[in-house]
């Protein structure tokens, strides 16, 4: 009988427009798993379309999230999301439907990984907050992978005791940028300079094996250009083919791109030996701009 009425259900749902989403721990907040699929977008009516949705489970609770649009589709806004996500306690290999039942309005049915559909309310992860794009287990997991071994929460609290002196430094740092400096110090001055072009920061990097897992930014655009906190970025692809969100790690050794990255030279694609650019076209924008690796001349005799 239990079955019959989920077949009947089923056979009702599929007269609505209707999306899923399978849920991957790397990217549970990404752009990508927040874009709205094109052929949805494409049959929802000038009527029912608003830039608010309104995502109804089965057991009563509902969420409001905000739709924006970018020059390639129509995502779901990280706040309303990130909530969804959260209150849900979703994670890897689950699977959520959206079922369109007119003005913008969802019911969703959310399944575990051994596939049994979840029907009543789960407790929100408390312990293990999200970063953003990762949770922030996976990144100390990542860290700990490039034999770094520092975790991020000693980090962090490192960082709070040391924040009244990193203030102090850059305003300290921003005085000395502004005062004139002796003949000595204008060479390094002049080097700084070299980085802007057209009046965008950029920086230069050779893709070694190492960097296609993660990337250390040269200490002086840090220095210049990267504010004393870990965030996330986006790296949009030069000709428009993709944008990524990849996670800045600030340390007091170095400070690289972690969480995000290694998906993002996998699907750039970067190989050993390409010659990228890095320009901050944004705060926390930067284009990728690349030159292949020569690749081997054989000369057929």
Known sequence: ?????????????????????????ADLFSESMRAMPYNFMKNISKEDFSYKMVIRAQWGSSWEVDISMNPRFYYMEKSGWNQFVTDNAL??????????????RFNVNIYGKNGKEIVTPRK????????????????????????GGVEIEVEKKKRAVEIGESSRGAALKKKKAEKPKPSKKKKKKKMKRKKVKNGVPEFEITITNS??????????????????ESKVYMIHHSEGKGSWEVFCLVRQTRTIFSSGWCRLAREYPLSVGDRCTFHLVKPDEFVLTTKKAREEITVIE
């Open 1 to 25: 009988m239990g079955w019959n009425r989920g077949f009947g259900r089923v056979k009702d749902e599929r007269k609505n427009l209707s999306f899923f989403k399978i849920f991957q721990s």
């Open 91 to 104: 994670g890897e290999n689950e699977f959520v439907t959206f079922t369109h039942k007119g003005l913008m």
């Open 124 to 147: 929100p992860h408390t312990t293990t907050p999200f970063s953003g794009i990762k949770k922030e287990e996976d990144v100390k997991k990542e860290d700990e992978s490039m034999g």
């Open 211 to 228: 960097y296609l897992k993660f990337l250390a930014i040269p200490k002086k655009f840090e220095e210049a250009y990267i504010p004393d």
